[in-house]
């Protein structure tokens, strides 16, 4: 079974700290993909990033990074230099059977 | 702005009602998804329509009906539903229904029932 396991329910920062929000997940296929997509207060869910099993390089887009380490089975996204704007829930999503299996989301607040 | 649009935005409706929820893409692709999310969890899957056709509903309750009028069109009739039927309600479209495929969302529409 596909599981995405999101440890930490809230976090909360001052603007322009680094914070890493962490996602390990399970899965039994070789072959995978992981996602990580924001929700604003708004609603919609934003998609960020995709990676499959196959491809370990981290990613790096502005501020935003993410560490893939299939030996722990994690999949890290980090903002570096906090903004109020990233205020919102991430969710880190696995594809399983066709299906994507989120996890449960890190509410994340940005303090000014 | 997000490419796939939801209407209406916010509904309200008591248990005898009947309404319908409506989700458009014109991005080109053929996987529509409707996805219920109640406060503080994550989306969960109800229904996939994959080429017009519907490929998974995920043993959602008779009293949501979903619709594919079209490859750019998806809407969720809604008749008799309950108080525990209240939650944003997501549609989501991807290129095709394959893994490596992001699913765009749209904002959802947040639905009260009375």
């Known amino acids: 079974a596909q599981k995405v396991t999101q440890a930490q329910t809230e976090i909360s920062v001052v603007e322009k700290e680094d914070v890493t929000l962490d996602c390990v997940y399970e899965?039994?296929?070789?072959?995978?993909?992981l996602f990580w997509y924001k929700q604003p207060p708004s609603g919609e869910l934003v998609f960020l990033i995709r990676?499959?099993?196959?491809?370990?390089q981290n990613e790096i887009s502005g501020r935003y990074s993410w560490n893939f380490q299939k030996s722990t089975s994690s999949f890290n996204f980090t903002i570096t230099a906090s903004q109020v704007v990233d205020s919102a829930v991430y969710f880190c999503?696995?594809?399983?059977?066709?299906?994507?299996?989120f996890g449960q989301g890190t509410r994340l607040t940005i303090n000014p | 702005d997000t490419e796939v649009t939801q209407t209406p935005k916010h509904l309200v409706m008591g248990m005898t009602n009947k309404k319908s929820l409506k989700c458009e893409q014109h991005?080109?692709?053929?996987?529509m998804y409707w996805y219920k999310q109640k406060a503080k969890k994550p989306p969960e899957l109800m229904f996939v329509y994959s080429y017009e056709k519907l490929s998974i509903n995920e043993s959602v309750p008779s009293r949501f009906s979903p619709e594919c009028p079209n490859s750019s069109l998806l809407n969720l009739h809604l008749h008799a539903l309950q108080p525990e039927d209240s939650a944003l309600y997501l549609c989501?479209?991807?290129?095709?229904?394959?893994?490596?495929?992001?699913?765009?969302f749209g904002d959802g529409t947040r639905l009260s029932i009375l």
């Open positions: 991005m080109g692709h053929r996987a």
């Open positions: 989501a479209s991807s290129q095709y229904r394959v893994s490596n495929q992001p699913q765009h």
């Open positions: 999503a696995l594809e399983g059977a066709q299906k994507l299996v």
């Open positions: 899965t039994r296929d070789t072959t995978y993909y």
């Open positions: 990676r499959n099993s196959f491809d370990e």
